[in-house]
């Protein structure tokens, strides 16, 4: 006798149901396949959490208490520590630069916020996010990981309170869907030319980004562009019983285009 299917199973066939209602198009199979690896990304996280907990397991921020979801992308490559696997050299050389201040801009449920507080305990974090449910998200891993006294989470982050860059050592790390083109500005910002910058850069939502932030920061600015990787060596021993499509599905960080990164330290 079949075993009755779960909510999360009923609502993935749903959704896939409705996605392919219509006439047959590239379109509708690229959106529901999509949605079908999302759902199976979603099983192997709970196998994850179940073997190995809610702990980071490798990486930068190895021993990161991340007990909640995700608010954008994959929970399990944050959790394997294999994450944005491309940017943990830099990272490493930021664990080991005396900035006091680090502003967070787009900081989502916290993973960098608190990872970097967690690594960096002389630094003050300024957590932001316009999205309120974020911001409780990234103040319950803050509390979770002790440092909420050092990660300080809020809204809106204007051009202007860019101007503190001037008077202390500042990393801005920045993530925001594309606004990077409108807030990333030294002219509208010039606190920026102070700061040392990692942005993500959403060249799919907005052709032309990575020549524009470039032109703009290499003034004053050595500016390095970091693309994807992959780092299969952060998957658990019992990932060697699964497919190697679920063995990618444990690494997929959900992107739908690709999203470069600029690494601008300051000359």
């Not at 979801?69 to 491309?86: I, K, P, T």
């Not at 409780?136 to 503190?164: H, K, M, W, Y």
């Not at 907005?206 to 990787?229: M, N, Q, S, W, Y």
Request: aromatic residues 6%; glycine residues 6%; contains cysteine.
């Amino acid at each position: 006798m079949a075993s009755t299917p779960t909510a999360l199973t009923k609502a993935a066939t749903d959704g896939v149901r409705r996605i392919l209602d219509g006439d047959p198009t590239p379109q509708r199979l690229n959106a529901a396949l999509r949605h079908l690896a999302k759902w199976r990304a979603a099983l192997l996280e709970n196998t994850l959490i179940a073997t190995s907990g809610s702990t980071v397991l490798n990486g930068p921020f190895k021993g990161m208490i991340y007990g909640q979801r995700a608010a954008e992308g994959a929970r399990a490559a944050r959790l394997l520590g294999s994450y944005e696997a491309s940017l943990q050299p830099i990272l490493e050389t930021i664990f080991t630069s005396d900035y006091s201040t680090i502003i967070d801009v787009g900081c989502a449920e916290g993973y960098y916020a608190v990872g970097l507080a967690l690594r960096m305990p002389q630094a003050r974090i300024l957590a932001r996010d316009i999205s309120e449910p974020a911001q409780i998200l990234c103040r319950q891993l803050a509390e979770a990981n002790n440092v909420s006294d050092r990660v300080e989470v809020g809204g809106l982050f204007t051009p202007a309170d860019f101007d503190l860059c001037k008077t202390t050592k500042c990393l801005v790390l920045c993530d925001i869907e594309g606004a990077e083109a409108d807030l990333l500005d030294p002219t509208a910002a010039p606190g920026l030319v102070h700061a040392d910058i990692l942005v993500e850069v959403h060249e799919g939502m907005r052709p032309g980004l990575l020549e524009t932030l470039t032109t703009r920061f290499t003034p004053t600015h050595k500016v390095t562009r970091i693309d994807r990787a992959l780092t299969p060596a952060r998957l658990p021993a019992w990932a060697e019983s699964l497919s190697d499509l679920d063995r990618l599905l444990l690494l997929w960080e959900w992107r739908a285009s690709p999203t470069p990164w600029l690494w601008m330290q300051r000359t």
